[in-house]
């Protein structure tokens, strides 16, 4: 049987603390559609959960890029249903990886706020290794792009030589159709429409259509590896009858 959501448990204050944005914008990102509502609780108080903090992380990455939040609706609208906060985390790390740099130095406590939780030294030595936290000075240096995920993989039952096995497989395989990608843009797109061509507008413009084009390309890339990776598991794992 599927593992249950975590019941949404933070409220307003304590979901834009976690996320590092204003009670204001929560509700602005709400009144706009981006975020879904909470679960009303006792006293009808909202209480908001995993996917909430997700998506906000992944607006926030899409909004460093550049994108408008009438480009973002698209986006978030374009994005599976059944998305869960890991899914919603993968997509903002991938997302990231298209930033020239996410990281920042933070001591100790902002770190464990940033992380939602308090870290052993085990944490903070998985989370070096991963390469997702390194000591700088009397503090760390933080790939805030890969925090999230990185603290949820502390949790995961796996050994932690097999999630580097998995990442060096990862970041090989992206790198691949990263590369691949690039060359079929220059060689079908970009090419032939500056053959000749003269008017910088055009030309700028067509800069621009590339940068916009760089969080579609990661959405259909992480959409298809999830339905791959599904199918993968359910041949592997599925009892013969």
């Given amino acids: 049987m599927a593992d249950r959501a975590p019941e949404p448990t933070l409220t307003v204050d304590e979901l834009a603390a976690r996320a590092g944005v204003t009670v204001r914008t929560v509700r602005f990102y709400s009144t ?3 975020l879904p509502p909470p679960v009303i609780g006792p006293r009808r108080v909202g209480r908001y959960g995993p996917e909430h903090l997700s998506r906000l992380a992944l607006i926030e990455e899409l909004q460093h890029h550049g994108m408008t939040l009438s480009a973002i609706e698209r986006y978030l609208d374009a994005l599976p249903d059944d998305l869960s906060a890991h899914d919603l985390a993968i997509h903002r790390a991938l997302v990231s990886s298209w ?20 870290l052993k030294e085990a944490d903070i030595r998985r989370l070096t290794a991963m390469n997702v936290v390194a000591v ?19 949790d995961v039952p796996i050994a932690h030589e ?12 992206t790198r691949s159709a990263a590369h691949e990608l690039t060359a079929l843009f220059r060689d079908e797109v970009w090419g032939p429409f500056t053959e000749g061509e003269s008017d910088p507008e055009r030309v ?13 390309v990661v959405q259909a890339l992480v959409t298809a590896f999830q339905r791959s990776l599904r199918e993968e598991l359910r041949a592997a794992f599925t009892p013969e009858e």
């Fill in 136 to 154: 700088s000075g009397n503090g760390f240096r933080v790939d805030v792009g890969l925090l999230r995920l990185g603290v949820a993989l502390l």
């Fill in 99 to 118: 930033a020239p740099d996410s990281a920042l130095e933070s001591s100790r406590e902002e770190l464990e706020k940033r992380a939602g939780r308090a």
């Fill in 162 to 173: 097999t999630i580097l096995a998995a990442r060096r497989v990862l970041i090989e395989h």
């Fill in 32 to 34: 706009r559609g981006l």
């Fill in 204 to 216: 700028e413009s067509m800069k621009a259509l590339s940068a916009h084009m760089q969080p579609m």
